[in-house]
């Protein structure tokens, strides 16, 4: 059974500071990509920042210089390192793995929420 479970989510003020993870279990983070999805309130799923084949990083403009991906393939886990938040990062935060082959695993999200 696969499972990806997201931790580190809570409610903080703005320019603060959260670290995302995301363990997985019953697959592997060196043959799935990793990467984190955001769905904020009353909008549809986003990108966040996602590992590519062969280990390049694609980030949404809104994280670019804000936001790190990061990977322990040993601890099967994918971290997101969130600086300088802002209200507009208010969002469920989501883990995702995908296979070569399409097949994609998501995890149950976990909320974050940027207020003061």
């Known amino acids: 059974q696969v499972q990806l479970v997201e931790s580190g989510g809570g409610l903080v003020q703005p320019g603060e500071s959260l670290t995302l993870s995301c363990t997985a279990s019953g697959i592997s983070f060196s043959d799935y990509v990793p990467g984190w999805y955001r769905q904020p309130p009353g909008k549809q799923r986003e990108l966040v920042a996602a590992f590519l084949s062969g280990g390049a990083i694609n980030y949404a403009d809104t994280a670019k210089g804000r936001f790190t991906i990061s990977r322990d393939n040993a601890k099967n886990t994918v971290y997101l390192q969130m600086n300088s938040l802002e209200p507009e990062d208010t969002a469920v935060y989501y883990c995702?793995?995908?296979?070569?082959?399409?097949?994609?695993?998501w995890g149950q999200g976990t909320q974050v929420t940027v207020s003061s």
């Open positions: 995702r793995a995908m296979y070569t082959n399409g097949t994609t695993y």
